[in-house]
């Protein structure tokens, strides 16, 4: 019994994680289908759609296009996550003898990881000079 616990205290991060990133997509998507089944019913039985339920309909459509004021938003916050992990391991490598004497090496490994979020915020960035959607 006791070689189980590693194994469910894993599954359970692992299963937190991932509720925790699809469950709001699972919960979005099954409210969506609902109204759309309400909406289809209402249209078999001949009623008139309401102009509010087509907008409602519709608005999430238009919600999602990217603009450059979300590319920025993203790219900074993308950029400030890379510099956190590499400012981390400046600090976290940083070896202090006493004194001010520094003998630490710089890196290992955390700052390669740093650069993928800081590279992608770059890229966001560089997109938002592209992006022909204000807002």
Same mark, same amino acid.
């Given at each position: 019994m006791e070689?189980?616990? @590693?194994? !469910? $205290?894993?599954l359970s991060v692992f299963g937190c994680i991932t509720a925790i990133a *699809? /469950? @709001? =997509?699972?919960l979005k *998507?099954?409210?969506r289908r609902e109204t759309q089944e309400t909406v289809r019913r209402a249209i078999d039985k001949g009623q008139d759609l309401p $102009?509010?339920?087509l907008? $409602? %309909?519709?608005?999430? &459509? =238009?919600?999602?296009?990217?603009?450059?004021?979300? +590319?920025?938003?993203?790219?900074?916050?993308? %950029?400030? !996550?890379? !510099?956190?992990i590499?400012? *981390?391991?400046l600090i976290n490598n940083m070896g202090w003898q006493g004194g001010n004497d520094w003998h630490g090496? &710089? /890196? +290992?490994?955390?700052l390669g990881i740093a650069a993928?979020? $800081?590279?992608i915020g770059l890229a966001f960035l560089v997109l938002s000079f592209f992006n022909k959607n204000k807002d």
């Open positions: 070689d189980f616990i @590693p194994l !469910v $205290a894993i *699809f /469950g @709001p =997509t699972y *998507f099954r409210e $102009a509010e339920v907008d $409602a %309909l519709t608005r999430d &459509v =238009t919600k999602n296009l990217p603009s450059r004021t979300r +590319d920025i938003r993203r790219g900074i916050i993308w %950029l400030a !996550v890379g !510099v956190g590499a400012a *981390f391991s090496e &710089v /890196g +290992d490994g955390l993928i979020p $800081a590279t």
